[in-house]
């Protein structure tokens, strides 16, 4: 079956740098998403990604998702304490409405101060 | 609106007992899936519902089920505990029934803890 992987799996970074974290699909995607957890909290959505090769800002934040609909990532450019959490992906397992969706395992960011 | 809502929030079981769990879904949403979250396996698929069916499962053994009900609320039982079910699960609604309306809602969770 699909399978959705995420690197890396933890991240520390120094507040004000930037952190990356990249999503990878066996089979290609019609859509994925986004979300964030704060430590103790639940997966919050961020954003989607539909068309091929599309680039979304929220302010620090830029997502892509791959010309070939099999990849993404998300870019935060100078963190900050609040960034703190697991970046989590999700992808739709396949071109129908019904299918299911898969998450990666999630990118743990660190912000040392 | 209201947001998701599962309880309970926390919950200690034995092993051996059957536990059921609750999630109602934001007003419209007829889709509601179940995740375990596990600090080692992160976010596990179990089962989605949709319009009362069950439309999509994971591999998870049959001691986990559950059901939807035709206010879209739905339940989660786990039959005959193990210590491995300790975890929290979390529920999401979605639409699920327009185009690219997959966006999933997240409710607080259910910490189960099997002793």
């Known amino acids: 079956g699909q399978q959705v992987m995420q690197i890396p799996q933890y991240q520390h970074v120094q507040e004000g740098e930037d952190f990356t974290t990249y999503c990878n699909s066996s089979?290609?995607?019609?859509?994925i998403q986004w979300y964030k957890q704060r430590p103790g909290g639940h997966p919050v959505f961020l954003i989607q990604?539909?068309?091929?090769?599309e680039v979304k800002k929220q302010k620090r934040l830029t997502f892509q998702f791959g010309e070939a609909k099999k990849n993404s990532s998300l870019h935060i450019t100078a963190t900050q304490t609040t960034d703190v959490g697991t970046y989590f992906c999700?992808?739709?397992?396949?071109?129908?409405?019904?299918?299911?969706?898969?998450f990666g395992k999630g990118t743990r960011l660190h912000i040392l101060p | 609106k209201a947001g998701v809502t599962q309880t309970p929030r926390y919950l200690i079981k034995t092993r051996g007992q059957q536990v059921t769990l609750s999630c109602s879904p934001i007003?419209?949403?007829?889709?509601v899936s179940w995740y375990q979250q596990t600090p080692g396996q992160g976010l596990q698929f179990l089962f989605e519902?949709?319009?009362?069916?069950?439309?999509n499962k994971g591999n998870f053994p049959g001691r986990f089920s559950g059901r939807q009900f035709s206010n879209s609320r739905s339940e989660m039982n786990v039959s005959t505990l193990e210590l491995g079910d300790s975890a929290l699960y979390l529920c999401?609604?979605?639409?699920?029934?327009?185009?690219?309306?997959?966006?999933?809602?997240f409710g607080p969770g259910t910490r189960l803890l099997v002793l």
């Open positions: 999401a609604s979605s639409r699920r029934d327009s185009s690219y309306e997959e966006t999933q809602y």
């Open positions: 089979t290609t995607l019609s859509n």
């Open positions: 990604l539909v068309k091929s090769g």
């Open positions: 999700a992808g739709q397992d396949g071109m129908n409405r019904d299918d299911k969706i898969i």
């Open positions: 007003s419209g949403h007829r889709s």
């Open positions: 519902y949709f319009s009362e069916t069950q439309r």
